[in-house]
């Protein structure tokens, strides 16, 4: 499959409302069987494994739960341990590395379809049609891989 027939996979599952909370007995192996109750039996590490889980469903598998996981920093476990459902949280943050992913191919992420302008880049595909000082395909500038460029900006892509 190709990388946009992936994007706008993505996208199409993107426009569904998501799952707030991991579903009800998700099946998760920590080398023993899990307790009749263990929605509550949980420790806040289990929790956060099972909703990384929850949050790479629908991602075609360009991200697995356990690269989600190793993305965070210790900070962030602590922070996932506080919340009641780390779920939102971790299904943003598996969308935006997947979408750091698009842009380092060159790639525009789904919803990314509006020429915007970059004082640094120039025209750039952005979410919104915005001039702004700096933008997310800076990087790929500095690293001189390539930025997709809106038509009118006279490019081929
Ligand atoms: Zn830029």
């Not at 996208?11 to 899990?34: E, I, N, R």
């Not at 779920?87 to 997947?98: D, E, G, K, N, T």
């Amino acid at each position: 499959m190709s990388w946009l027939a992936q994007a706008l996979e993505i996208s199409q599952k993107q426009a569904h409302p998501l799952p707030t909370k991991p579903p009800k007995d998700p099946f998760v192996s920590f080398g023993s069987t899990p307790p009749a109750n263990s929605e509550e039996k949980k420790t806040p590490h289990e929790r956060i494994t099972v909703a990384a889980a929850e949050a790479v469903k629908g991602l075609s598998g360009h991200i697995t739960a356990a690269t989600l996981l190793s993305k965070l920093a210790s900070e962030d476990f602590t922070d996932l341990e506080a919340r009641a459902d780390p779920l939102p949280f971790l299904r943003s943050f598996a969308i935006a590395c997947v979408w750091t992913d698009f842009r380092r191919d060159g790639i525009a992420p789904p919803g990314w379809d509006q020429p915007g302008h970059c004082d640094k880049c120039g025209p750039v595909y952005l979410w919104a049609g915005i001039h702004v000082a700096g933008c997310p395909w800076c990087w790929n500038r500095l690293h001189g891989v390539k930025i997709p460029r809106p038509p009118s900006a006279g490019v081929v892509l």
